[in-house]
């Protein structure tokens, strides 16, 4: 029964481990050393918690709300003792939007680490304000006021004329 659900671990981590980091990414403002750290983190805790997580009605949304919970835990609790530096290390440029990209995660890194929380929940995994609230353990008004609040940052920080940043 135990390598029954090892393998329908494997099998779920390996088909959520690259949307876990994608939105790791995001939360984490492009550093992604963190971001591999997190899924790390949340898949570790998935894994421990397994045979709840299997029974739950959407074991996707909870890996999601894991991997939220974890990088704001991280982010409270500060026990990084890396420094961050202008440096940059070297990597190939993928794709034709990498400037794009990289301003976006700029300005997402300049929010705080709740809006940018909610925002990635909100626009980026598509959640409602009821799902986001709950896996923050906000109330639903918190919600829309950092929404708000992390939206007009952003149009702040990226111009008022933001559609320049959106692909034809």
């Not at 939360?27 to 029974?55: F, I, N, P």
């Not at 909610?118 to 304000?129: A, G, N, Q, T």
Request: glycine share 4%; proline share 2%; with cysteine.
């Amino acid at each position: 029964m135990r390598q029954v659900r090892a393998d329908e671990y494997a099998e779920f981590a390996a088909a959520r481990a690259g949307h876990l980091y994608r939105s790791a990414c995001l939360l984490t403002a492009g550093d992604t050393h963190l971001a591999e750290d997190l899924v790390q983190e949340t898949l570790g805790r998935l894994y421990v918690r397994w045979s709840r997580v299997s029974r739950a009605d959407n074991p996707a949304a909870y890996a999601q709300t894991t991997l939220t919970r974890t990088f704001l835990a991280h982010k409270r609790l500060r026990r990084s003792t890396e420094r961050s530096t202008d440096v940059l290390p070297e990597t190939a440029a993928a794709a034709s939007d990498a400037s794009l990209r990289l301003t976006l995660l700029q300005a997402l890194g300049r929010l705080p680490v709740k809006d940018r929380a909610v925002v990635v929940l909100r626009y980026w995994e598509d959640r409602s304000v009821q799902e986001t609230a709950a896996a923050l353990n906000f109330s639903s008004a918190a919600v829309r006021t950092r929404c708000v609040r992390a939206l007009a940052r952003l149009r702040q920080l990226l111009g008022e004329d933001i559609g320049e940043y959106v692909r034809p």
